[in-house]
Every structure is written in structure tokens, then in C-alpha cells.
């Protein structure tokens, strides 16, 4: 900036907005009929009458200058009227940009010839403000009166076109009432007062626009309607990546069918928890179909935040401006609408639903709070959940490519059952201010910051990323069904359940002995998610309370069709007798009938399988009982785990002293990890040693001590 821009005053702007002769015309005829119309009701002072004088080039003679007088001025006004409209031919139109513009704008919102007339005046009295004195004359039952006679329509058509539910201000060209909860005297300025729509149509009459044709003149309107509900971005992703989502396809056949059949009302509701995919979902559902989609932007070109009034607006133009087309029309974030009872009333949402003539699609992140009356105007209310099953880690592995960690901490973080397409978006972005020299630190600081996440979130977390074993400590080797001994045998057990999709066992045995073990490899074999609730954090303290979370747990798995595993099953499922409360018999029921209704995959785990009710039991399609290891998965198990040093030392031990011993899969573990606090060597001696221990600790000392 220079001082010259501040001295120059030759380079400041005309101060008052150019018009042309036509307009200025058409707006100085309006204000004096207003004028007459009112007679001796104006309430213009002398300062009113002079400037309403000299913008119609009209001196004022002396005689009656600082008279406040109608009856003084009124002449002046009759003579420049006469003069003036004697020039004009009652039959030619009215030529001037203005016009033109409305005439555009009417046609492309498809307004009625009243409605254009009101449009037009409203917005020849937001370009003029020279008639705003005389608009504040006019009150509002006068005003409709006048308006009658301006027109030629009576008063039943011009209330439909004035009325707080008309076109005209649900698409924002006329303001709504400031406020029902105060009185307030209306006049003509109110009546026809520019809306939002309308005061950011304002300024495309300027210069340039003076100088198109008008072809010209629609294409300028018609790009700046449509930049107000501008195309979405292309789809990231296909509609075979929501395997979550099974109504998808129906979603498609629907829309797809009221595109043919230009079907009116046709609605479709997506909602879900944040970050899961619903926007993406639309992308893609536009994308199969082949058809452009227009969003109702949350924020202005400047980014200021639209009012729930003007986002709705925006809705209705883009509706009337792609009737002529295939397209969809996406409104996200219905949140601050719906919920919003001035700026949505209850009695025009039916009418809002019910003539859409293309297929809006509704998102909102939950519909607890949405009234009952809206859900049923939806055709399809759909729920994405976050994408589960093999599929679902492949897809998230990809979208965090670009983070730099190792690609064992890349193969975890995509099997959490928190990440959604938007979280990998996050960490990746988060992921350029890390080190990439330093993987193993940066899942270290990505632990952490979700750890703070979810807590924020009231979400349980568990680490995100495995820690990584010390170098040559002792670690357990990978799941094999073959170190599980249940009676009876799992192998054709799991192969039928594969088969058949469905089922209910109950797992009892000792501890450690691979209960949950076999519910985490029947989820992987499945390629379904894995839904995991302890007992204890079912129980709720309230009345009540344990029912709902054991309702919400079972239709959970439902609808992720997900491998539904309950530990410790014993302590909700107790022997119902005379000592039992009434409020623990009715968790004990309700745990019944879910169990009884399940058509899933149900795994229930137990270690005192006595303790069960005699009619639980009878719930369960099989009981499987999972026993210490023989000697030949034993002996097969130590040797994973033991150096190849070791091998000849352990298959020198006979069968018959290993069978002696009660070991699980979860003693070696748990032998491992105390060889390793110890700091000594896995060696066998040192493994057996820690074996009997912990068979002692667990069992007592029933049998003999050492495997010699």
C-alpha cells in the first residue's frame, strides 16, 4: 500500500451505486405511487419530501419549503407523474438488468408470476434505499392492500406468497419475521424485506453484468446458484469397500429407481459414530450411479458458518436448479437443523421431505435425537458401522502406507477395533511430524496420543501397538489348534461351525488352558470381528442397567455379524435359588432369552462349569471341556519354545512323566515370563522347574514334584 491510495481523493469511487436509466425509472415510478397511494396517511417530514424531491430532479419552490404538508407537496408529485408516464407505453416492458435478472431467476427457481413480481420489487427497494423512508410509511395491512392493487392479484394469492412457510423465504429471496415472541409493527420494508438468498444474489448487478446479453446474464445466475451447493469431490473409495454397510446395494437399486421415475420425496438417512465412512459412503453410492453430487456446505465461500436458515435454503435452490437432471443432493450434519425448531419448524419438515424432486441424502452421526415424525419420512435409514473382518485390515494397512512405523506395528494398528478411514487419515497426517528414521519411537508417541484420544472419548483403550519382545527373550510362538486338548476334539467342532455359520458352546476347563485362545482364531478362520465382554463389566449398578448392556452387547454382535465371546459367563449365570435377589434373577434371565434368540456364533467361557444353572445349559448347543495337555502336543509345544539345543534332552523324557504334569498353553506362558523377570535362560531344566511351580501354585501339591 502507498500514501497515494490514502491522499489521492480523485481515486475514490462514485459514492452512489450506478444504475441504469431504466431501473432508476422503474424504482422513482414505484416510490411516487407509494407515495399517492398513502395521500395523507405519509408521514414524511421535510427532509423526507426534499430528498424524494431532488432525486426526482424536482426543485422545490419557495413557497412551500419547511412545509410538512401533503396536501403542499402532492401537486408537484401529480405533475412529474403525468409528465413522465406519458412518455411510457403501457404495453412495452420494462427493460433494464434488474428485471432481466429476476425474469432469469424466476425461471430457474420456477416461481409463479406473482411471486417474480415480489421478487422484483423487493429487490428494487434493497438497490434504492431513497425508498426507504417511504416503505417505513406503509403498514403492513396497507401494505397488502397496495401491493393487491400493484399486481392485480387479491389477497389470498398474495398471502400464499407472504406467508412464513411460501417459497419465497423457505429459499431465502424474502426474509422470515424477526421474532414470534415479541410484538412488533410491521410495515412494507418488513413485508418484502430482502432475504439471505437474495442479499448475496445483490451484487452480480454491476457493471459487467450491464453489458451481457441475456443468455449471458442466465449463465452468470445459474453458475453463482450452483457454486452454493457446489459438486462434492470425486469418491475416494468403492462401494465394495463398505462390507460393513449390508444394505448398500439396496441403497443403490432405491435411488437408482427414483432417478428413472424422477420420483418426488425420495429420502435416504445415513447415520453413525464420526470418522466411519458415512460421506464416503454417499461419494461412493453417486459414483456407482453414476451421477453428480451437490452438498449443502456447512460454511460460506469465506468461511463464515451458515445459519440453519440459510443451509436450508440452499437445499431448496439446488433442488429447483437439478430438477431437469440425475443428480443427488447430500445434506451432512443434520444435527444443527433438525434439532433447531426455529429455523425448521415441525409443521413444513413433512413438506420439505415429501416434494424434493431429486433424492437428497440425510447424514447425521446419531438419530436418538431426531423426533419419531422424521424418521418416518426416510425411505431407507441406514447405520454405517466401522469396517470389520480381513477385508477391512487390508483397506486400513493401505490408508496407513504413509505412516512411518514398522510394518508389524502398521498390521496392529489396522486390526484395532477403533480405527475408521478417519483416524488412519489423522495418524497419517500426524505421522509427517515424526521421525521416519525412528519407527519403533514413533509407535511409542502414536500409542500415547491414542491412549489420550480414546480416554477423551470415554473409550476403553489398550495398547495400540504391541511392545515389542527384549532381543533373545522368550516369547510364545503363533496359535495352533493342535496345543488345545477338549473333549470333545475341536478340529471338526470349528470345521462345522464354519460350515453352519452359527452356534453356542459353552468352554469350561482349567485356567490358561485356551478358552478365549479359541474364539480369537474361530473370528480370524471366519474373517469376522471379534466381540469380547467380561461379565464383571456387564454388571451395572443401577436397576436395570445390566439388561440394557446385555441387550446392547448381544445386538452388537448382530449387526457386525461378529464372533460374540462371554468370559467369566459363571458370574451372571448363577444356580437361580431362594438366596438369589430378585434384581440378580433378572439379569440371569435376560442373559436367557439373549442367549436363546442369538443366531450367531456364541462363546461362552467358564472354570466352574458346576455352578451354571441347569437351564443355562440347556442353551448351549454343545459344552466343551478344555483339559491339560497330553505328552504329545506338550512335548510338541516345549519344543517351540525351547532352543534346538534342548530338543534331544526333551524327547528323551518319556511319555509317561509328562502326562503326570497339568500343563496348559497359558503355564508355558506364564513360565516364560517368569524365566524372563528371573533372568535366567530358557533352557529345559529351567522351564520344567518353572512349570512345577506354577502347577503347585495352581493345583497344590497333588502329584509328585519333578518330571524325573
Known amino acids: 500500500m502507498q500514501w497515494g491510495q490514502i491522499i489521492d481523493i480523485n481515486t475514490a469511487p462514485d459514492s452512489e451505486e450506478p444504475h441504469s436509466a431504466e431501473e432508476r425509472l422503474f424504482a422513482q415510478l414505484t416510490c411516487v405511487r407509494l407515495v399517492i397511494f398513502l395521500g395523507r396517511n405519509s408521514t414524511l417530514d421535510d427532509d423526507d419530501w426534499h430528498n424524494l424531491l431532488a432525486w426526482l430532479d424536482m426543485p422545490v419552490p419557495e413557497e412551500i419549503a419547511g412545509s410538512r404538508r401533503h396536501e403542499d407537496y402532492a401537486p408537484l408529485l401529480k405533475r412529474w407523474w403525468r409528465e413522465t408516464t406519458a412518455e411510457l407505453s403501457p404495453a412495452e416492458p420494462i427493460r433494464c438488468t434488474l428485471v432481466t435478472f429476476c425474469e432469469h431467476l424466476s425461471d430457474l427457481l420456477r416461481l409463479g408470476p406473482l411471486e417474480q413480481y415480489l421478487l422484483t420489487l423487493a429487490w428494487l427497494w434493497l438497490r434504492h434505499p431513497q425508498m426507504n423512508p417511504i416503505l417505513a410509511c406503509v403498514e403492513e395491512t396497507r ?42 409493527l410491521l410495515d412494507m420494508d418488513d413485508v418484502l424485506s430482502a432475504g439471505p438468498l437474495l442479499r448475496g444474489l445483490a451484487p452480480l448487478i454491476n457493471h459487467d453484468a450491464a453489458t451481457l446479453s441475456s443468455r449471458g446474464l442466465r449463465e452468470h445466475l445459474a453458475r453463482h446458484l450452483m457454486s ?10 468403492g462401494l465394495a469397500d463398505f462390507d460393513a454397510v449390508p444394505l448398500r446395494q439396496l441403497a443403490v437399486d432405491y435411488l437408482q429407481k427414483a432417478l428413472n421415475h424422477r420420483q418426488q420425496g425420495a429420502n435416504v438417512l445415513i447415520h453413525g459414530a ?16 453414476n451421477v453428480p453430487l451437490y452438498g449443502v456446505p456447512v460454511v460460506d465461500k469465506d468461511n463464515e458458518v451458515l445459519t440453519p436458515s440459510k443451509r436450508l435454503s440452499r437445499f431448496q435452490v439446488v433442488q429447483q436448479l437439478i430438477d431437469h437432471q440425475a443428480a443427488l443432493v447430500l445434506f451432512d450434519e443434520i444435527e444443527d437443523v433438525m434439532h433447531d425448531e426455529d429455523a425448521l419448524p415441525k409443521g413444513w419438515m413433512n413438506q420439505l421431505l415429501e416434494q424434493n424432486t431429486a433424492p437428497g441424502i440425510w447424514v447425521s452421526n446419531s438419530v436418538d435425537w431426531l423426533d419419531p415424525a422424521y424418521l418416518r419420512r426416510f425411505d431407507l435409514i441406514i447405520e454405517v458401522q466401522a469396517q470389520t473382518g480381513q477385508q477391512a485390515r487390508a483397506h486400513y494397512r493401505h490408508l496407513l502406507q504413509t505412516l512411518p512405523v514398522t510394518p508389524d506395528g502398521r498390521r496392529q494398528l489396522a486390526a484395532q477395533p477403533w480405527m475408521t478411514p ?13 521421525n521416519p528414521r525412528t519407527p519403533q519411537r514413533n509407535e ?46 475341536l ?23 485356551g478358552k478365549t485362545a479359541l474364539a480369537q482364531h474361530l473370528a480370524e478362520r471366519l474373517d469376522r470381528e471379534l466381540v469380547t ?45 431362594n438366596g438369589m435377589q430378585s434384581w440378580e434373577i433378572s439379569h440371569t434371565n435376560e442373559l436367557l432369552v439373549q442367549i436363546e434368540n442369538f443366531d450367531g456364533i456364541l462363546l461362552a467361557t467358564t472354570n466352574r462349569v458346576d455352578s451354571l444353572d441347569r437351564a443355562v445349559m440347556r442353551r448351549f448347543d454343545l459344552k466343551v471341556e478344555f483339559l491339560p495337555l497330553p505328552p504329545a502336543p506338550l512335548r510338541d509345544l516345549l519344543k517351540a519354545v525351547l532352543p534346538e539345543r534342548d530338543h534331544s534332552r526333551l524327547a528323551a523324557l518319556p511319555d509317561a512323566q509328562l502326562d ?39 493345583h497344590g501339591n497333588q502329584r509328585p514334584i519333578g518330571f524325573v
Not at 489398550?462 to 477338549?486: F, N, Q, V
Not at 449387526?559 to 437361580?576: H, K
Request: aromatic share 4%; glycine share 8%.
Open 143 to 184: 401494505a397488502k392492500k397496495l401491493l393487491a392493487q400493484m399486481t392485480g392479484y387479491g389477497n389470498d394469492e398474495l398471502e400464499h406468497c407472504l406467508h412464513e412457510r411460501s417459497r419465497l423465504k423457505l429459499l431465502g429471496l424474502l426474509r422470515g419475521q424477526r421474532s414470534n415472541n415479541t410484538f412488533t
Open 228 to 237: 452454493l451447493c457446489p459438486r462434492e469431490p470425486v469418491a475416494h473409495f
Open 274 to 289: 464420526p470418522g466411519v465412512g458415512k460421506t464416503e459412503l454417499v461419494k461412493a453410492l453417486a459414483a456407482q450411479l
Open 422 to 434: 478417519a483416524t488412519a487419515q489423522q495418524l497419517c497426517r500426524l505421522g509427517t511430524l515424526f
Open 444 to 489: 511409542q508417541h502414536i500409542d500415547t496420543l491414542m491412549s489420550h484420544r480414546l480416554n477423551a472419548l470415554g473409550e476403553t483403550h489398550s495398547d495400540a501397538i504391541a511392545a515389542p519382545s527384549a532381543p533373545g527373550g522368550p516369547a510364545m510362538p503363533d496359535y495352533r489348534l493342535e496345543w488345545l486338548h477338549t473333549r470333545p476334539g
Open 491 to 513: 478340529e471338526s467342532i470349528v470345521a462345522r461351525l464354519t460350515r453352519r455359520q452359527r452356534g453356542r458352546l459353552c468352554l469350561h476347563g482349567l485356567p490358561g488352558s
Open 533 to 577: 465382554a467380561h461379565a464383571s463389566s456387564l454388571m451395572d449398578k443401577y436397576v436395570g442397567g445390566t439388561e440394557e448392556k446385555l441387550a446392547a452387547l448381544f445386538q452388537q454382535a448382530r449387526q457386525q455379524n461378529a464372533v460374540l465371546l462371554l468370559d467369566e459367563v459363571d458370574t451372571l449365570l448363577m444356580q437361580r435359588d
Open 660 to 698: 503326570r504334569r497339568r500343563v496348559t498353553p497359558g503355564n508355558v506362558r506364564t513360565a516364560l515370563d517368569q524365566l524372563d523377570l528371573r533372568g535366567l535362560p530358557v533352557r529345559l531344566s529351567s522351564l520344567l522347574d518353572a512349570l512345577i511351580h506354577e502347577e503347585r501354585e495352581q
